[in-house]
């Protein structure tokens, strides 16, 4: 890069700018899913992006947002798609079985997650990196599911981003959002349509792991890396609310509730 007092040559601009274009400009199935989604989708929700400019345009990291809402990865995918990445996500495994649904998520990159038993292991990060080797973004919900708290903060993380980030040196950049749970309430079967929602979207800066590099990444490490890309959404979201968070994050197995399914108040 020309030092900012250096004049800048065009040509080495123009060719430059040739090389970095955003991958969304690239013909793919992305162009087919985007022009099904993004048309209706904007029908229901309008989207306040702030700090968007810090998403990297270019190279491999993590997402890592908040989840409340069956909806939200629409919603995120859209936000993501609009600031110039492909969005992919870990995907629940019966979605690969729906005709025409399947078909697409396999073509567009999306990795399938079963949500328990013997199927789970590591091989949905092990695919994930597939995507990171590639110079991609992989979205991972570090929740793992739709939170129980009863506020929807976040809850308690699951620790797969925290290891990918740490075993392959890659960034994890937090986002939160508010406003997708007027689109499609926590559990809710129906989209309310009318009136058109405003979702509010944050983008942080990467979340600092250094204090993790170098060190054994058992479960404690692990535990401890996961909590501070929590404790990153979380005041995010802090702010788009306008609210202080709980100063406990939810722990479902402190309140008798089950990892995945339904919210049990």
């Given amino acids: 890069m020309p030092h900012p007092e250096e004049p800048v040559n065009p040509d080495t601009e123009r060719s430059?700018?040739?090389?970095?274009?955003?991958e969304k400009s690239r013909p793919s199935v992305f162009w087919v899913l985007a022009g099904l989604i993004i048309p209706p989708a904007s029908l229901l929700a309008r989207f306040t992006i702030t700090d968007g400019d810090k998403l990297p345009r270019h190279g491999a990291y993590i997402i890592a947002p908040n989840h409340y809402s069956e909806i939200d990865p629409v919603m995120m995918g859209m936000v993501v798609w609009k600031l110039g990445r492909l969005p992919r996500f870990l995907a629940k495994e019966s979605l690969f079985r729906i005709p025409v649904v399947g078909w697409f998520l396999r073509r567009s990159g999306q990795v399938p997650v079963a949500r328990g038993g013997s199927g789970r292991g590591s091989a949905p990060l092990d695919e994930a990196q597939k995507i990171i080797d590639d110079g991609k973004v992989v979205i991972i919900y570090p929740?793992?599911?739709?939170t129980r708290d009863p506020d929807m903060w976040p809850m308690r993380g699951k620790t797969g981003a925290a290891r990918m980030a740490l075993e392959h040196d890659l960034p994890v950049i937090p986002m939160a959002h508010w406003g997708t749970q007027q689109v499609m309430a926590r559990y809710a079967k129906k989209i309310s349509f009318f009136p058109r929602k405003t979702i509010q979207v944050k983008v942080g800066d990467p979340v600092d792991l250094s204090a993790f590099r170098g060190r054994s990444l058992d479960?404690?490490?692990?535990?401890?890396?996961?909590?501070?890309?929590?404790?990153?959404i979380t005041a995010l979201l802090a702010d788009l609310r306008g609210e202080k968070a709980p100063e406990v994050r939810w722990d479902p197995s402190a309140h008798n509730q089950k990892e995945t399914g339904r919210f049990d108040g």
Avoid: P, W
Wanted: net charge neutral; proline share 0%; glycine share 8%.
């Fill in 16 to 22: 430059g700018a040739a090389r970095r274009r955003s």
């Fill in 143 to 146: 929740e793992g599911s739709l």
């Fill in 219 to 232: 479960q404690a490490t692990l535990t401890e890396a996961t909590d501070v890309i929590m404790n990153a």
